[in-house]
């Protein structure tokens, strides 16, 4: 499998793009609008025809690239049937993989950050959105979020996969690129060291964090497949610019 992890950093999100080298067909996970030129640049590079892209969830920090990639170069929008978007061409549910040649998306609905969260599932590496994050997890307590589920999701099911599994999550706001679920089980801060569901729960509720910069923007652009708003102010412009740069490896 041709693997890359690529890396927006207006919103440090990282998009994956996976490739069939069988078939020359690819998927990108939660790329990003303002980085679409990257990620196409990226494809033809390596000879790769993008087939899906598919999203973890509803973003709220920002705009997903699935509508604008399928204008371009014809790709499917793969997004969690939960959240019953129209614009979707294919609905993901559990325990219904997501083919791609010799590639195959195992879907895990982990529900906490946000109701219709999504992880996926390739071989040895789990794709965690924001459910899971390096020494972290994404917030809740917005769009129908809930601390307690987050919990099960990560213990009963993130952290019950084998510990070599290798864990990217959607975002890293310090460098960092990888990580494996034997490492978040043992030293994550909300969720490792044998947390019990109050402490975590207790954790989330003292976070106090402030309100969600973009927040009111990406959510109904992303219910849309990803629809950047036509009046965006100022200082929110460059999370809708495309740019040609961004870090990667």
Excluded: W
């Amino acid at each position: 499998m041709i693997f890359r992890q690529l890396f927006e950093p207006v919103s440090s999100t990282y998009t994956y793009l996976l490739g069939c080298e069988e078939t020359g067909q690819a998927v990108l996970i939660d790329p990003v609008i303002n980085a679409i030129e990257r990620d196409l640049a990226e494809l033809y590079r390596l000879g790769l025809t993008l087939a899906y892209s598919v999203d973890t969830h509803i973003h709220a920090d920002h705009i997903t690239a699935a509508l604008e990639l399928k204008n371009k170069v014809g790709s499917k929008i793969a997004a969690p049937a939960f959240d019953r978007l129209p614009c979707a061409d294919v609905g993901i549910e559990e325990g219904v993989p997501l083919k791609l040649g010799s590639i195959e998306l195992q879907p895990l609905h982990t529900p906490g950050h946000t109701a219709g969260h999504f992880a996926y599932r390739v071989g040895e590496r789990l794709f965690t959105g924001d459910a899971l994050l390096i020494d972290g997890c994404g917030r809740t307590d917005f769009q129908n979020g809930d601390s307690d589920a987050l919990y099960s999701s990560v213990t009963e099911k993130l952290f019950a996969l084998p510990e070599d599994t290798l864990v990217y999550p959607a975002h890293d706001y310090k460098g960092r690129r990888v990580s494996s679920v034997a490492q978040e089980k043992k030293r994550n801060p909300r969720l490792g060291e044998q947390r019990t569901r109050e402490e975590f729960k207790q954790i989330m509720a003292s976070l106090n964090l402030p309100y969600p910069t973009f927040i009111d923007y990406a959510v109904p652009g992303n219910q849309q497949c990803g629809v950047c708003p036509d009046h965006l102010p100022n200082e929110l412009q460059k999370y809708c610019l495309q740019m040609t740069q961004s870090i990667q490896g």
